[in-house]
């Protein structure tokens, strides 16, 4: 499969039974985490026939946390451990980054409570964190 820098061998695994071109898919998607969601995107684009949009949502469910740097996504459970908080800078995709470092870190998991804020002031972010504590309670 060639085209839009999406370059799958799929030439030699056409006459291969499904388990290896589905093996060679799979390294494919994650050999590189950076560009995962990347490569991700031009194989259901490209792949024939056409990937079904609960299969395809499946596997995305399964990579789209791997363009987080894992060094960065050790640092969520490090600060559970030491009963402290963490901050997140979520701004442009606040939902989407914050979901997918805390996948990173803890895949298929909910250890960890988002409290969305607003502020970079200490005073103003502790009392954000308070009333969302108080409004779960």
């Keep these: ?65 791997l363009w987080v740097d894992t060094k960065a996504a050790g640092c969520i459970p490090s600060a559970r451990n030491h009963k402290s908080f963490l901050a997140i800078n979520g701004r442009f995709l606040v939902n989407y980054t914050c979901k997918r470092y805390t996948e990173r870190a803890w895949p298929m998991s909910d250890l960890y409570t988002l409290v969305p804020t607003t502020s970079c002031d200490e005073t103003q972010l502790i009392e954000e964190i308070r009333n969302s504590w108080d409004q779960r309670l």
């Design 1 to 65: 499969m060639h085209g839009m820098n999406c370059r799958i061998p799929t030439n030699h695994l056409a006459s291969k039974p499904r388990s290896q071109f589905a093996n060679a898919l799979t390294r494919y998607l994650l050999r590189n985490g950076k560009n995962c969601l990347k490569n991700f995107k031009c194989v259901i684009n490209k792949i024939r026939p056409r990937v079904e949009k609960e299969h395809a949502d499946e596997v995305l469910k399964y990579i789209r946390s």
